[in-house]
């Protein structure tokens, strides 16, 4: 069996990733910050007769990543998909951003992007397989009011996307990365409800999206239909960025 690894798939998009490459067949590591959120998530999946095992650690914490990783190469086996998806909101005028605001946002987003990938990279090399997703966010390419340093840290893992990819394609690892617009996820609802009428009004589907319809880019990006994708930033956003 395939084996995957989701960060922040307790809720919201990583629970629908998880849940999606369960059905599709894969041994699936989920992770989050807390055991109930992870097992949440691992009793729906196995509730559907999948396989899952519900791993803990903030993915900015480098020794707690590599416990996380032994503990999924012990359980699972070592994941042919890492799909990096853990990650937090913060609402904040420019000049009322703290600079601890600022640094956990790129703690949890960048390092852990960088973290969780490092940690399973070598297998994948070695074995000459492998995929990694990075959930990024149309705000990474296109910035947002308010979230200057959650799109800043968005575009950094967009960028870490590309040069990843031009490192390790030719050694049988394909990097990606999934840029969704505004989803229907707790991370969204946090955000006030001046700006998600706002954003709401400019897109040309006049809707967010849900969790599933991301799911199923990360699905085909790492599927042999997604073989000629490499270091690309898929966009399902509601038409809020047409490149």
């Known amino acids: 069996m395939r084996g995957a690894i989701v960060t922040g798939a307790g809720s919201g998009i990583g629970a629908a990733i998880a849940s999606r490459l369960a059905r599709e ?12 959120a992870a097992h949440a998530t691992v009793d729906r999946i196995e509730a559907d007769g999948g396989k899952a095992l519900a791993l ?28 990096n ?25 960048v390092r852990g992007t960088f973290l969780v990938t490092r940690a399973f990279l070598p297998a994948m090399i070695e074995a ?12 990474g390419q296109v910035g947002g009011v308010e979230l200057a340093h959650y799109a800043a840290a968005k575009g950094a893992v967009i960028a870490m996307t590309k040069s990843l990819a031009r490192e390790v394609s030719a050694q049988g690892v394909r990097v990606n990365a999934v840029a969704p617009g505004p989803i229907e996820t707790p991370l969204v609802a946090a955000l006030s409800e001046d700006w998600r009428r706002a954003k709401a009004a400019e897109l040309p589907l006049r809707r967010f999206g849900q969790p599933y319809e991301v799911a199923g880019a990360v699905v085909f990006l790492a599927s042999d239909d997604g073989a000629l994708f490499v270091g690309q930033t898929l966009g399902p956003n509601s038409g809020d960025v047409m490149l």
């Open 85 to 109: 998806n853990a990650g937090f909101g913060h609402q904040a005028r420019f000049a009322d951003i703290s600079t601890e605001a600022f640094d956990k946002i790129f703690a949890v987003h």
């Open 56 to 83: 803990v650690a903030d993915v900015s914490d480098e020794a707690a990543v590599a416990r996380m990783a032994q503990e999924m190469r012990d359980g699972l086996g070592s994941p042919e998909l890492v799909v």
């Open 128 to 139: 000459g397989r492998g995929c990694v997703v990075n959930i990024a966010s149309q705000l």
């Open 25 to 36: 067949g894969y041994a699936v590591g989920v992770n989050d910050l807390t055991i109930d």
